[in-house]
């Protein structure tokens, strides 16, 4: 009986991401540009190796991304902050570098992303996590357009994204889990709403919320 050959199979390559730390003590600006902005004083940049992450564990309203053309792969934001971004150039999202969540909001605190410039993700699907701490659930509010002809928005974890201004996605959006609040009829972009798949837990409250009078008809199939 012939002996069975062994075989060399190559690991896939595994890179820690580069994760980028603010805790906004320039002297000088609030701005992302500003390496002094950042733990270790080194700004984000596009194409880190493994990943780019930008975290924000402290308490900050005045942080403007600033730097042009950036694309980061994880925002996080820590729990039971009061901690608010603001976009002036746009900011890419790769939807399709890191096996977790595009936005991460731990829960228990208040958040923000605003515009006026837009969350530009690549797809297939931009994934927002806002959870729960201490039994408090967070709530991420965005006045930044999110975009992508082709991107899907998950919502996950049981806390609240409340969307404030029109976007441009087309790829629908999915409510796994907790609420999606939104003020205008085309917060939600464009392609069919769904609240609830096989991934939401069990006994979860979730749906999709209207948190002002829509006064238009609401374009969205909800299924």
Not at 56 to 65: A, G, I, K, L, R
């Amino acid at each position: 009986m012939p002996r069975p050959r062994l075989a060399v199979q190559r690991l896939e390559d595994r890179t820690t991401p580069a994760t980028f730390t603010w805790d906004g003590d320039s002297p000088n600006t609030d701005n992302w540009s500003d390496p002094l902005n950042w733990a270790g004083g080194v700004a984000p940049f596009t194409g880190a190796a493994g990943g780019t992450i930008v975290s924000f564990p402290v308490n900050d309203q005045n942080s403007f991304q600033d730097i042009a053309g950036l694309i980061v792969d994880q925002i996080v934001f820590a729990q039971n902050t009061v901690t608010t971004i603001t976009l002036t150039p746009p900011l890419g999202v790769n939807s399709a570098c890191l096996p977790a969540n595009d936005i991460l909001a731990t829960g228990g605190g208040s958040y923000g992303i605003a515009g006026p410039a837009a969350l530009n993700p690549t797809g297939p699907t931009f994934t927002v996590q806002v959870g729960t701490a201490g039994g408090v659930a967070g709530t991420l509010t965005t006045t930044a357009p999110i975009t992508g002809a082709n991107v899907q928005l998950a919502k996950l974890g049981a806390g609240t994204l409340a969307l404030n201004t029109n976007s441009t996605y087309g790829g629908g959006t999915v409510v796994q889990n907790g609420f999606i609040d939104f003020t205008t009829n085309a917060a939600l972009g464009t392609g069919a709403v769904t609240v609830g798949n096989a991934n939401t837990p069990a006994g979860a409250a979730l749906g999709v919320r209207a948190a002002a009078p829509i006064l238009s008809p609401f374009a969205n199939p909800i299924t």
